[in-house]
Every structure is written in C-alpha cells, then in structure tokens.
C-alpha cells in the first residue's frame, strides 16, 4: 500500500452478510467504522460468497478491525459440539475473517479484533471456545440485559486484571479497569502463540496479544470501539493500532521507492 504523508492509513474493517428485508446484505456497525477511521480511512471488507484472495486484499490495506457481531463462529471450525437451536452463524463472513487473519498475522498487517473477532482470532491461530459461558459452573453471565436501552447495555459490568509482563503493561494500562461485557461464547484453550493479556474475575481470557507475530495483533472480548474516545483504555487500544497501522504503511512507503 503505497501512502504519503497526507494520505492516512487503510483500515480494512470485516463485515457481517445479513438479510436486511428481501436482500441479502453486507453489514457492519456505525461505531466499528467511526472507531476505525481514528486510525486511518476506514474501508469495509464484504462478507462475499466467494471471498477475495487475502494476500491481494492485503496488498491494499495497512491495518484491519475485526468487528462484533450478533453471529458466532461455526463450531466445527474448531472441532466443536454442534450448536444449540437457534444460534446465530455466518458462514460468508468465516470465509472472509479467518483465512484473513491467518495471512495477516503471517504479513505482519496490524490486526486488532473485538468481541466476535476476538474469538475469530483465537479460531484462527488453532483454539477452541465455549459456546455458552453463562451455563458453566463458576463463571459469569456475560451477556448484556437484553431488553436494556443501548446505553444500559454498553456500561462497564466487571472488572479484568492485567496479566504482568505483556503489551497492555507496556501500553500503561491500570492493573485493572472495568469493561462492558455483551457476549455469550468465550476463549477455552487459548490458541498457541497467544498471550493472556486481561482475565475477568471468573478467570475468562478478556484480552489477547501475540508476542511472535511480525506486526501488532491484539484481540479483546469486551467493546471498546462504543464511544471510544470517552475511554481512557479503549483510547490506548486504538492509539496503539493507529500508531501500527502508520509504522507499517510508511514501511511499505519505504519498500516501495526501494524497489
């Protein structure tokens, strides 16, 4: 991706395919591309039956969100159980999100990934998940109150604590902070590769990093994208991701009058 000083970053940032009516669409949060567009001009990616070939669409972009979603990973992507009746899937956008965070991760494109991209992630590199965290003894209910106005369910709920030694200790971050929580599914065996970043009180992975990888790869389960600049933490993550997604397009800046 070729970029100048007066042009920002490429943010790709995943879609959902939803039926919106009689058409089948491709869709994505308002707050998920305002959010990215802090870190450079967003550009959505679309759930496509037959995706594009990642290392092209990644020729192209200099960073990629990867966004919640109402819908969750396919099981046997990680070998697992059968979902319960009526559990929300997306296969179109399986096909886009995890071969493309293989790759980039591979390329060293920063990725940071929330919520359903979180969990993509963890799939991607190798993990497994747990479908429903709310039916497991010992652990929390996660999910938002459902009837809640939006505001309600977007409010801090629980604390997580900062694992010592990683990125987030790097970044600044408090040894713990509240977050919002608003999902049903979480991280079991952590992918190889990945670092515990954050752990809620019943001891669930919040927060990944990825100590290896060539570029920034950080994945949270919480959503720090709502509102964040009101954040002091969620305006840490996504500095952070701009500050990656500027080092890797001058890089290929670089690359590219060197060639």
């Known amino acids: 991706m070729q970029t100048t000083a007066a042009m920002p970053p490429l943010i790709g940032v995943s879609a959902c395919r939803q039926q919106l009516g009689k058409n089948s669409s491709h869709t994505v949060g308002d707050k998920y591309v305002e959010a990215a567009g802090f870190a ?135 040894h713990s902070f509240m977050v919002n929580s608003l999902h049903s599914q979480g991280i079991d065996r952590l992918a190889d590769g990945l670092r515990a970043e954050a752990l809620a009180p019943d001891g669930l992975i919040e927060a990944v990093s990825m100590d290896d990888a060539p570029g920034f790869v950080v994945g949270v389960q919480w959503h720090p994208e709502y509102r964040f600049a009101d954040n002091p933490v969620s305006l840490r993550l996504f500095q952070a991701f701009r500050e990656a997604c500027l080092a890797h397009a001058m890089g290929e800046q670089i690359r590219e009058k060197t060639l």
């Open 40 to 174: 450079g001009i967003p550009l959505i990616l679309p759930a496509r039956a037959e995706p594009s070939d990642p290392r092209r669409v990644l020729e192209r972009l200099d960073g990629i969100l990867f966004t919640g979603s109402p819908s969750n990973v396919e099981p046997h992507h990680y070998n697992g159980a059968p979902s319960v009746e009526g559990t929300r899937h997306d296969v179109f956008r399986d096909r886009l999100t995890l071969p493309l965070l293989q790759a980039a991760i591979a390329d060293g494109v920063p990725v940071f990934c929330i919520c359903r991209g979180f969990q993509e992630l963890n799939v991607a590199l190798g993990g497994t998940l747990h479908q429903r965290v709310q039916e497991l003894p010992g652990y929390l209910d996660h999910r938002e109150p459902q009837d809640a106005p939006l505001e309600e369910q977007y409010s801090p709920r629980h604390l997580v604590t900062v694992q010592p030694g990683g990125l987030f200790e790097r970044l600044g971050m408090e």
